[in-house]
């Protein structure tokens, strides 16, 4: 199960994930992030409460970084170690901003 929770501030939009991020939940996180992105210039993913991620979750961050890419900027924060130890191992550490 995951939890998405969205919050819109300005141009600021953050987005928290609590749960699992897996094959299941990805659908519903990508929708999310396609509904809410609009025109945001900033794009923040809280992670603090995600307790696992598999490739399914890490492509939708890819997507939403190709997107701000283009239209802003875009930083992780709040990762545990776990979650963390992943992003290294798959090299997303080296193209995400994480704080």
Known sequence: MLNITK??????L???LEGKLD???APDFEAAVRESIGDAEELVFDLAGLEYIT???????LSAQKTMNEQGTM????????????????GFSDFLNIE
Request: net charge negative.
């Open 55 to 61: 490739s399914a979750g890490l492509r939708v961050l």
């Open 75 to 90: 930083k992780v924060i709040n990762v545990n170690e776990d979650i963390n130890e992943v992003f290294e191992v798959t």
């Open 14 to 16: 953050t987005i928290a």
């Open 7 to 12: 919050n819109l501030d300005g141009k600021k």
């Open 23 to 25: 094959t299941i939940t």
